[in-house]
């Protein structure tokens, strides 16, 4: 009797070596991409901070020249550099604070079993998907010194005549008019990612709260917050970097003023590099700018990492 068995062939790779490669082959493009248009970039620009280039090199195809951190040097030297990071700091601190403050307000009434939640939620959406620039004249429009509505606003609810409330032109209240719009367009985003956190809360613990007595904040302190860690983490993570690199809600409000009262490093690096025509410049305040931004994301990594809520 003839033997009709077959030699099975081996396979040329191990199942978890083949499953390895695969997921490389599925994750070279974004890798590829990211190298080129992200790590690249960032590198020509640390590179760039050091030189002396300007629009000139960039016609004449001709390499900048080292000039000794005299970039960084003179940003310092006339306090360009310090008001744009002192700004930023404070655009960013007063944003993300009451982004977080409000998106969780937001997320409990939400989470609750009011009537027209479900509306609310499919209508809370909209400040978040309107594009910048519109969100950023829609503003202008609420705070027109002349016939804005918030002027008229405070004049029906003060029932007077409010002869000067230019937010915008004002060195002192600026600032605060773009967080505000930065609040408005922001604020959903984060109320929806707290909300999917809150949902996810376990109902057993929270009835073994009630049972044991423990109050509505004793609740959501020891045990919602602590649970959504993850989530607020993430979205402030979100919120922080999205901040530090605000421009085009600032730049269309305000352009930076007045009186450089809202220029932050994102408006400083676009004056130094296309405005001034030095990209040696605009380069420093960019690694400046991305440094900052990332140490900032880290220590705050850092300390919700260690913090617990009790």
Known sequence: ???????????????????????GILVLP?????????????????????????VKNIISNQPGTWNNFENYIKLFQNQKLTGAVINTFSFVIFVVALQF?????????????IKGARFLRSIMMTPWVVPTIISALIWMWIFQPQ???MKYLVQVFTGGTVADFAILNNPSTALLGI?????????????LLLLAGLQNVPDDMLEAARIDGAGKVRTFFSIVLPYMKSVINVSMTMAI???????????????????????????????????????????????????????????????????EVD
């Open 1 to 23: 009797m003839v033997s009709t068995a077959r030699k099975i062939k081996k396979p040329l790779l191990k199942r978890s070596t083949g499953d390895k490669l695969f997921s």
């Open 30 to 54: 974004a890798v590829v991409i990211t190298f080129i248009f992200i790590i690249v970039p960032i590198i020509d620009s640390v590179i760039k901070s050091f030189l002396d280039f300007r």
């Open 101 to 113: 403050i409000f998106g969780m307000i937001l997320a409990l009434i939400l989470n609750s079993n």
């Open 147 to 149: 016939y804005g509505l």
């Open 179 to 191: 967080g505000i719009a930065a609040l408005w367009k922001q604020v959903p985003l984060t109320t």
């Open 241 to 307: 970097i999205s901040n530090f690199k605000q421009f085009p809600l600032i730049w269309t409000m305000t352009g930076g003023g007045p009186d450089n009262s809202t220029t932050t490093l994102a408006i400083l690096s676009y004056r130094e590099a296309f405005v001034s025509n030095n990209m040696g410049s605009g380069a420093a305040v960019t690694t400046v700018w991305m440094l900052l931004m990332l140490v900032v994301v880290f220590v705050y990594n850092k300390l919700m990492g260690e913090t």
